[in-house]
């Protein structure tokens, strides 16, 4: 079993506990854990280049925007996230939100969240531009 299984992320308000990641796949499909801070906007409207993104709350709920549909996202609810659409999503609620996500294929992993946890952390305000480089090479897009 990788290390990573028990490794838990945390980029501010939200964190990331990865289940299954690519190299128990062949690349195919990764699986996470996925906490979502009470009152959380993250992450901003984004796009997958080439991964396919499905979540499942398991506890709280989720207000989550692909494309123009926006749904609140209660407890066994999902929704898909096909490659190239925009999406986020926001806690609004006064609890955590914890979901299961998962990529495919698993070109977005445990590698990505933690580049973005280092250029987070850093101190002061993220580093927009190392924030970006490390998105681009993960195939993700900030949405204008």
Known sequence: MNSTHHELITIGSLSMQFLVDGRDTSGHMAMAEMVVGP???????????????????????????????VRVLGVGDHRFSPRGSIHHFS????????????F?????????????????????P????????????????LAS
């Open 39 to 69: 009152h959380a906007k993250v992450p901003p409207p984004h796009r997958h280049v080439d991964v396919d993104e499905t979540i499942r709350v398991l506890e709280g709920t989720l207000t989550y925007r692909v494309d123009n549909c």
């Open 91 to 102: 806690n609004p609620g006064d609890v955590p939100a914890r979901v299961l996500i998962v």
């Open 104 to 124: 495919s294929p698993a070109n977005i992993g445990p590698d990505y969240f933690r580049e973005v946890a280092a250029v987070v952390s850093a101190g002061g």
């Open 126 to 141: 993220p580093d927009m531009e190392k924030m970006k480089s490390v998105m681009q090479r993960h195939g993700i897009e």
